[in-house]
């Protein structure tokens, strides 16, 4: 890929390709290649002198390389235009009849045609070649035969026309529209490890002296014949990471509090169902009801955190085993994805300074590459993508050279910390104030960009050359991608090589599904696989920036270790944030999920995916399988009776074993174009495992089939939303995509190193957070009612773990909570009130059931904090806005739900806005009025009105009304005080409720409570006198 080459804008369904130059008129993209093979379309391309590549010095006849390797070995060796048959060129394996001739080039590449390894290579070219016609039409349909799939060791056959002998699969007939002849031919890039036979030789001889050096042990390590592409040093043999248990002193009483607090429950709930109040069966009913409810929410939520694991990493050994000294980087690409729809919303110097977190991350600038998703179509986000990467050539090698943490600008001069520690170098305080002085005129830029968006000229957007910008119609526009750092043109100040940056808008038409963000993230898949196929990826939100340089590097340990690695499908880094108030009083931070149900998941099969800082494993987003164990070693068992039962067992484990090969071997023949859609250049690049694009595909051809990949209707009639990549289904997405992956039987790793991954912002304002909430509770109800609800999915191929289920199932149901909760928050103030109350009165005994529960709660709640280290404030708030949030949100969330389901009502995604006020904290205290507000403040009232009434009421009644009353005060004050972080909310900065909210709020209120004494429907009615008090003439 070129940087700089310009914006290429198209549309695959309309035929249209152009590309805009900066200060040029348009031009088409045939402009850009050079001369053309007349075999297959492709540009012929050059030697590794520069000159053009000509196959036949006779008549010069346009061919590519491609179609002269093939020709030379599988057809009839001769030029198609002059007959000559062709001679052999430097660097081409010899064939029968060449001549013999004397060239170094000649042995060093003779035998290497049959190397495994190379097979596999030129298999993934052929399947790139698959769309290119050879000329010679359906006549050579006969000799068709599957290639073998490029998966790890095993070869599966694929759709294709390139004969593969001694595979065993037959002669079997081409099913997909991948009907054209393939052209393979080995590759040799110095620049591409993948392809380097020099990295081979050089292996085989660390080997050999290897060997050598352990002739003087007893014996060979059994570890050794096993994998000997393990490293040679003891350090780097050992394991990149390791699970670090929770003390027992810390994870069992804990679990034993948890056992007796079931036993207590179970008690609990016995008493209260056998027991009823039978002059409020009403309440004692509802009280009950949402009792079991809670009881059953509990259970989905705990038992999950059974088993909570820590986690270390080594980076010493990871450097070790995969960066040699002296040798190029063995670790693996990975593909970079932020995604952004708004500018407004999402502020492009947020995006910006994420941006220039990840091209300065401590990672080979040769295996990073960030694509950038404008689902916006705005040129705003794409003019200041073009800043980024012009500020990125200063700050970039600025941050390496020092050390830099973290490595998004915005953050790091805002630290309020001694900046001096450990820095040594005498130039750091000269180079820094240029630097700061640089990002500050790069802000103002970007603010000068921000300030022309505002006004949107009638005539639309018109670029720097005249052109008009191709997105002016958010919905009905081409797709654009725009390469804007990459291997030509990239270089940082200093003349080193910078990351590749990528500009992406996918095609946008009117009457199509774009599926929201999964849509975006799908297109990325789609785009990234074509131009650079990293075998691992990184999505982040625009606002969450790399905080820790290393980040990526922590993942690996995971992700490449030997051990481990392969059935690891992503993994989950906590998300952390920036500019939350001390008290973090609406629980914005959520440490007691990242840092108590994840490190529980983390122990069963992993953590659930939450939407950003996650490295995914690009074949499991494919809809690939974990790869299989050895099997098992068949058992030997006599004819006796007691082990009849285990040979027939054993029976069924030998078919079961046959089926699953029967179905591997079925979904390696399927038609890939049906899976992957109609692009042969990807679908041979979801072949390539271990990732990379063959270097004989030009960048021109390359850019023209993203285009095609990225158009509106590249998904109809596909499995992508559906089995491949983000979950269609639910606006939040990142759910089912990592439910579908586990229930796969892949597993997923949770990473927490000491410094935090990533970081990011979050709404401390009260109204956009429930907005935020709102959101999220709206995806849970959408995915229950959904054909992917774990409650029945899954349960066919038996992978999904029975404690992981309870927690996927939990964060479906969690939003239903909200109707019991509601109904238990106002029974307070009805006890009040109307002078009843949900229990009888209690013996000694049955009291002891009350304070076990309690004692129980509380205990749980301690000890989950001892193992976590989550402070006491942090859990208290996370109670709390559980009350405020499931009274609020979570209603709204379920009833939205129940109309899109059953009315076809749907509801609009909001952003949520990442601008950051200008004073400290002023967001916290600035107020949005929103529908959600009124429930929760209506609870308020009334308990409050309930609370005045109950003891005016006592007051009136004497002494012995006290006793029955501190019962229904202090469910009263539960209620308050679980809802005083939202009153709080509500008063503002000037201790101020704003008139709107306590105008409806009161009116709810009182026409409630007069409703209540007028109907008083909970109560039971006596109808005459009571004869036990008054006597029979009373």
Known sequence: MEASAGLVAGSHNRNELVVIHGHEEPKPLKALDGQVCEICGDEVGI???????????????????????????????????????????????????????????????????????????????????????????????????????????????????FPISGHGYGDQMLSSSLH?????????????????????????????????????????????????????????????????????????????????????????????????????????????????????????????????????????????????????????????????????????????????????????VDKISCYVSDDGASM????????????????????????????????????????????IQPTFVKERRAMKREYEEFKVRINALVAKAMKVPPTGWIMQDGTPWPGNNTKDHPGMIQVFLGHSGGLDTEGNELP??????????????????????????????????????????????????????????????????????????????????????????????????????????????????????????????????????????CDCCPCFGRRKKLHKYEAEQGTDDDKELLMSQMNFEKKFGQSATFVTSTLMEQGGVPPSSSPAALLKEAIHVISCGYEDKTEWGTELGWIYGSITEDILTGFKMH??????????????????????????????????????????????????????????????????????????????????????????????????????????FFIALFISIFATGILEMRWSGVSIEEWWRNEQFWVIGGVSAHLFAVVQGLLKILAGIDTNFTVTSKASDDEEFGELYAFKWTTLLIPPTTLLIINLVGVVAGISDAINNGYQSWGPLFGKLFFAFWVIVHLYPFLKGLMGRQNRTPTIVVIWSVLLASIFSLLWVRIDPFVLKSKGPDTKQCGINC
């Open 500 to 637: 590749r940056l990528v500009y992406v808008s996918r095609e946008k038409r009117p009457g199509f599904q774009h599926h929201k963000k999964a849509g975006a993230m799908n297109a990325l898949i789609r785009v990234s696989a074509v131009l650079t196929n990293a075998p691992f990826m990184l999505n982040l939100d625009c606002d969450h920036y790399i905080n820790n340089s290393k980040a990526v590097r922590e993942a690996m340990c995971f992700l490449m270790d030997p051990q481990i690695g392969r059935k690891v499908c992503y993994v989950q880094f906590p998300q952390r944030f920036d500019g939350i108030d001390k008290h973090d009083r609406y629980a914005n931070r959520n440490t007691v999920f990242f840092d108590i149900n994840m490190k529980g998941l983390d122990g069963l099969q992993g953590p659930v995916y939450v939407g950003t800082g996650c490295v995914f494993r690009r074949q499991a987003l494919y809809g690939y399988e974990p790869p299989k164990g050895p099997k098992r070693p068949k058992m030997v068992s």
């Open 47 to 161: 030697t590794a002198e520069g000159d053009l590549f000509v196959a036949c010095n006779e008549c010069g006849f346009p061919v590519c390389r491609p179609c002269y390797e093939y020709e030379r070995r599988e057809g009839n060796q001769q030029c198609p235009q002059c007959k000559t048959r062709y001679k052999r060129l430097k660097g081409s394996p010899r064939v029968e009849g060449d001549e013999d001739e004397e060239d170094v080039d000649d042995l060093e590449h003779e035998f290497n045609m049959e190397d495994e390894q190379n097979k596999q290579k030129h298999l993934a070219e052929a399947m790139l070649h698959g769309k290119m016609s050879y000329g010679r039409g359906p006549d050579d349909d006969d000799n068709v035969q599957y290639p073998p799939v490029i998966a790890g060791a095993k070869s599966r056959p694929v759709s294709g026309e």
């Open 743 to 848: 229930c796969r039987g892949w597993r997923s790793i949770y990473c927490m190193p000491k410094r935090p991954a990533f970081k990011g912002s979050a709404p401390i304002n009260l109204s956009d957070r429930l907005n935020q909430v709102l959101r999220w509770a709206l995806g849970s109800v959408e995915i229950f009612f959904s054909r992917h609800s774990p409650l029945w999915y899954g349960y066919k191929g038996g992978h999904l773990h029975w404690l992981e289920r309870f927690a996927y199932v939990n964060t479906t149901v969690y939003p239903f909570t909200s109707l019991p909760l509601l109904a238990y928050c106002t029974l307070p103030a009805v006890c009040l009130l109307t002078g009843k109350f949900i229990m009888p009165t209690i013996s000694t005994f049955a009291s002891l």
């Open 380 to 423: 705003l986000t794409f003019e200041s993508l073009s800043e980024t990467a012009e500020f990125a050539r200063k700050w970039v090698p600025f941050c390496k050279k020092f050390s830099i943490e973290p490595r998004a600008p915005e953050m790091y001069f805002s630290l309020k910390m001694d900046y001096l520690k450990d820095k």
């Open 180 to 364: 054209k002849r393939i052209h393979p031919y080995p590759s040799d890039d110095p620049g591409n490890m993948k392809w380097d036979d020099k990295k081979e030789g050089s292996w085989k001889e660390r080997m050999d002296d290897w060997k050598l050096r352990q002739q003087g042990n007893i014996g060979p390590d059994p570890d050794d014949a096993v994998d000997p592409d393990m490293p040679m040093t003891d350090e780097a043999r050992q394991p990149l990471s390791r699970k670090v248990p929770i003390a027992s002193s810390l994870v069992n009483p804990y679990r034993m509090i948890i056992v007796i607090r079931l036993v207590v429950l179970a008690f609990f709930l016995r008493y209260r169902i056998l027991n009823p109040v039978h002059d409020a069966i009403g309440l004692w009913l509802t009280s009950v009801i949402c009792e079991i409810w809670f009881a059953i929410s509990w259970i989905l939520d705990q038992f999950p955190k059974w088993f909570p694991i820590d986690r270390e990493t080594y980076l010493d050994r990871l450097s070790l085993r995969y960066e040699r000294e002296g040798e190029p980087s063995m670790l693996s690409a990975v593909d970079i994805f932020v995604s952004t729809v708004d500018p407004l919303k999402e502020p492009p110097l947020v995006t910006g300074n994420t941006v220039l977190s990840i091209l300065a991350m401590d990672y080979p």
